[in-house]
């Protein structure tokens, strides 16, 4: 018997035209993904790319995969049903941070909550792109667009902020143009069973240009990122001469630099993923003042929904028989119309 053939990156990609703008950070994270799909391994009829509206959402076009083109805001409740239709599928969702967290931040949140095996991948541009540079729920304070023509005045939303306070078990955040970051990140991401929230910082060259250049400057940014690794202190800065300091009095996180004022490498918190309250602050975290946490923020074992669905399923079969369809039907309250 001949040995399966092993996939590459040109199974994964489609003969469709890829129509994003050029510089997009989508192309970026397309490419990174159609290289990791062998290997994960999954058979491309197992796997599902499921989309809702907007640039990102263009995703299963250029996916050789199975996929859905979905409604604004719902690609995470089609992805639920696809996955308990059929828990043997891979399924990951396509989003952005308009589609995924403002029309469909209610869907997103329910998702998490249910803690479904999905991997969910939110492109955050903080701006809408296919609607032509309106301002979005994660949009800094002062943005300038066709919707707020004088800045916004709205308080951001934070993504990662938002994932964890809605549930989810997994949520960690990576950058468009670093491959190397995203793999390993999406690796795990993938690994995890249950529902997998990814937020990616992506450029949006037309509308919003630039926006993630403080972190994505190599003169910047060793000052402005702060790479986590589980069991590892939370150093950043040239030489990783920086670090977080855990406050006491405020319960708040600080920088403070190592040699001064008598802190040392014990002073500095080390990275739990499986610390809750840890992953809120360092999700909150923020530039200028704070170096922008990157990586898996949280992780926690749980069952997932459609497990634990499918189990209940059996129990119910197993005490109460298979059901007749007719006469469920007929149960209860009747009546006939004439």
């Not at 990174?32 to 959402?57: A, H, R, W, Y």
């Not at 639920?80 to 399924?91: F, I, M, Q, R």
């Not at 009095?249 to 014990?266: H, N, P, R, W, Y």
């Amino acid at each position: 018997m001949n040995a399966p053939q092993k996939l590459t990156l040109k199974d994964f990609s489609t003969d469709q035209e890829v129509r994003w703008c050029p510089g997009c950070g989508d192309y970026a994270i397309l490419k990174t993904i159609q290289k990791l799909m062998p290997e994960i391994d999954t058979p491309k009829e197992n796997t599902v790319f499921v989309s809702g509206i907007g640039c990102s959402s263009r995703f299963p076009y250029y996916m050789e995969t199975y996929g859905f083109h979905t409604i604004h805001g719902r690609a995470p409740s089609i992805a639920t049903g696809v996955k308990l239709a059929n828990p043997e599928l891979d399924v990951w969702v396509v989003t952005g941070d308009g589609d995924g967290l403002s029309i469909g931040g209610n869907h997103m949140m329910h998702v998490l909550r249910r803690n479904v095996d999905l991997q969910i991948l939110l492109f955050n541009n903080e701006i809408y792109g296919l609607t032509k540079g309106q301002y979005s729920p994660t949009s800094k304070v002062g943005t300038k667009s066709p919707s707020t023509p004088d800045g916004s005045v709205d308080m951001p939303l934070r993504p990662a902020r938002f994932a964890l306070g809605a549930g989810a078990r997994f949520v960690a955040r990576t950058i468009d143009t670093e491959a190397k970051h995203m793999t390993p990140v999406l690796k795990r991401a993938h690994a995890h069973k249950g529902a997998s929230f990814v937020e990616i910082y992506q450029n949006c060259p037309v509308y919003n240009d630039g926006i993630f250049d403080y972190i994505k400057d190599k003169k910047s940014a060793a000052d402005s990122r702060l790479l986590l690794e589980h069991g590892a202190p939370l150093l950043f800065g040239e030489g990783q001469q920086k670090g977080l300091r855990l406050n006491l009095k405020s319960l708040q996180l600080e920088v403070v630099a190592l040699g001064q004022d008598g802190v040392t490498l014990d002073d500095i918190v080390v990275h739990d993923e499986t610390n809750l309250v840890l992953a809120q602050m360092l999700a909150g975290l923020s530039a200028p003042e704070f170096p922008e946490a990157i990586g898996v923020l949280y992780c926690q074992a749980s069952e997932s929904y459609e497990h634990s669905v499918y189990e209940q399923i059996k129990t119910v079969r197993a005490k109460k028989g298979i059901a007749d369809f007719n006469e469920v039907l007929k149960q209860g309250h009747t009546w006939t119309v004439s």
